[in-house]
């Protein structure tokens, strides 16, 4: 339903075609100056094109060439949301259906709109006026106020408070509806719901919170400035896939390439949840990469930010649950695990004989005989990738383990 008031197309409508075509011959002549109306639709001898004061010929032309010309004189854009036609103005839906009527039946309909007296031509326009206010949509900035409102008031049934949440979760979606929320007073109570009793509501809450923080360092900054990073945190650990898994994505999108962020998923010991989420044999697969992924990002961009770095990724305990993942088989997994081991590796604060005392080594070479071995027939191609970037961690670690001991020395 969201999606549905939230955008409004840009063509025009049924509607709004049939409101123009029965009422341009009546906005017209009350719209120019009373002097011009009556060349406003005289025909020109010879051509058959309309004149107007809003312009030269029009007909045949299409609304972007109108906008083009427009554009060309230095003459008004046209506003593209106010109206569900796209048209910001009933002067710049005028120039529109001028320029896609017939020029013949146009000026037979002018003629016999100068026929109406002053009040039947009020009454007239004052009829079209309401009619665009009836088919005028409400902007995303006006859909938030109705959402938030909701979320406010603690009468609302559950129902209506999942519906306005889901509606936000559409509508922040573009960035700048994103630094909106905050501003329409929708941050706080969104993180808020965090809180609430109801499981749907908390998953989707979560959901809400990590749309909007998606490569964004404002809405980041403000989430975390309203300490929603702990609830989330302890959210990780829910017995229940779903939401843990939204707690786990709203947590990967606020920390994202943000250094405080980061320090705060440190603060609220962030790491013991994600090996919570790893060691265990009872919680979904899915949600396990959702984690490996994230060691996976955090130590990229520890990596490449020159940034100092999450002591979890030296932690050996912390290591050792990544290490083991790799004796499930899943090759999607498996890759995943791989790509987290060879960014931690390439990390100078990591050591690689912590590695060694996991076995690492022995894990790599078993995990080739299963890789060669056990794969079935249709998945043998993406086997031999898996392989390949094992090898790749492989003789990274050799080398790291190398240089360490030769450093030691």
């Known amino acids: ?99 896609n009527s017939d020029p013949e039946k146009l000026k ?61 979760l559409v509508l922040v979606e573009p960035i700048d509806n994103a630094n909106d929320l905050d501003k329409l007073g929708g941050l706080l109570p969104v993180i808020q719901e965090l809180n609430n009793a109801d499981e749907e509501i908390r998953i989707t809450s979560a959901w809400v919170l990590g749309t909007a923080s998606q490569n964004n360092a404002l809405v980041q900054n403000q989430i975390l400035g309203y300490g929603a990073l702990t609830r989330l945190v302890k959210m990780g650990y829910s017995s229940s896939t779903e939401e843990a898994a939204k707690a786990l994505y709203a947590i990967s999108a606020l920390i994202r390439n943000n250094v405080n962020g980061q320090e705060a998923f440190h603060s609220e010991n962030g790491s013991a949840m994600l090996q919570h989420i790893l060691v265990s044999d009872s919680i979904d697969v899915r949600l396990q990469k959702k984690a490996v992924f994230l060691v996976t990002d955090l130590a990229d961009f520890q990596l490449n930010s020159g940034n100092p770095q999450l002591p979890f990724l030296s932690d050996r305990l912390f290591l050792k649950s990544v290490v083991d993942m790799l004796s499930r088989f899943d090759l999607d997994l498996h890759e995943k695990v791989l790509l987290a081991i060879k960014s931690i590796l390439k990390l100078s604060s990591t050591d690689a004989e912590d590695f060694e005392s996991h076995d690492l080594e022995g894990v790599l070479l078993r995990l080739g005989v299963q890789l060669e071995d056990l794969t079935p027939e249709d998945q043998k191609e993406f086997a031999g990738e898996v392989d390949a970037l094992r090898r790749e961690v492989q003789t990274l670690f050799q080398q790291k383990l190398k240089q360490g001991k030769a450093t030691a020395a």
């Open 1 to 99: 339903m969201a999606k549905a008031r939230a955008h409004s197309s840009k063509r025009p409508t049924h509607h709004l075609l049939l409101a123009v075509s029965l009422s341009v011959s009546v906005l017209l002549p009350l719209l120019l100056p009373a002097a011009a109306a009556t060349a406003a639709v005289a025909v020109a001898e010879g051509d058959g094109e309309i004149k107007s004061a809003l312009g030269a010929g029009r007909h045949g032309k299409d609304k972007g060439e109108l906008i083009a010309e427009g554009d060309a004189a230095g003459g008004d854009s046209v506003e593209e949301d106010e109206f569900a036609g796209g048209f910001g103005s009933l002067d710049s839906m005028l120039q529109w259906a001028i320029g």
């Open 108 to 168: 037979e309909e002018a003629a016999d709109v100068q026929k109406l007296s002053a009040d039947e031509l009020l009454k007239r326009r004052e009829e079209i006026k309401e009619l665009m206010e009836k088919l005028k949509m409400p902007s995303d900035a006006d859909l938030m106020k109705i959402a938030i409102a909701d979320l406010k008031n603690s009468s609302i049934s559950l129902e209506d408070r999942q519906r306005a949440l889901q509606e936000l």
